[in-house]
């Protein structure tokens, strides 16, 4: 079992930045790849970054590359999400996801637990 609990979400303006960050509870985390996706009002959840157990494979989506940063401390059990230059489009409500087989997958599907995630307001 793995519960997940995610904060550093808020209002901000385009070009801003912020840091969201998800701890864990659970033996599981360190062997667990995590993941963050995002889903913002009438559209599906769409995945944004992932990352391995041991933290040397990350994955974005194109739409983030440049822009956010994924990393995770394991004596923490904490993955975050370092968000900058963010417009508008960004909006959406972040959730943190983990993956118990430990490989950092990009469909919702193959993780197992989801956080209860936290808003993302870019303002124009």
């Known amino acids: 079992q793995v519960q997940l609990v995610e904060s550093g979400g808020g209002l901000v303006q385009t070009g801003g930045s912020l840091r969201l960050s998800c701890v864990a509870s659970g033996r599981s985390f360190r062997t667990s790849a995590m993941g963050w996706f995002r889903q913002a009002p009438g559209k599906d959840r769409e995945f944004v970054a992932s990352?391995?157990?041991?933290?040397?494979?990350?994955y974005y989506h194109d739409s983030v590359k440049g822009r956010f940063t994924i990393s995770r401390d394991n004596a923490k059990n904490t993955v975050y999400l370092q968000m900058n230059s963010l417009k508008p489009e960004d909006t959406a409500v972040y959730y943190c996801?983990?993956?118990?087989?430990?490989?950092?997958?990009?469909?919702?599907?193959?993780?197992?637990?989801w956080g209860q995630g936290t808003q993302v307001t870019v303002s124009s």
């Open positions: 996801a983990a993956e118990t087989a430990g490989t950092p997958a990009l469909s919702i599907y193959e993780y197992d637990y």
């Open positions: 990352i391995s157990w041991g933290g040397g494979r990350t």
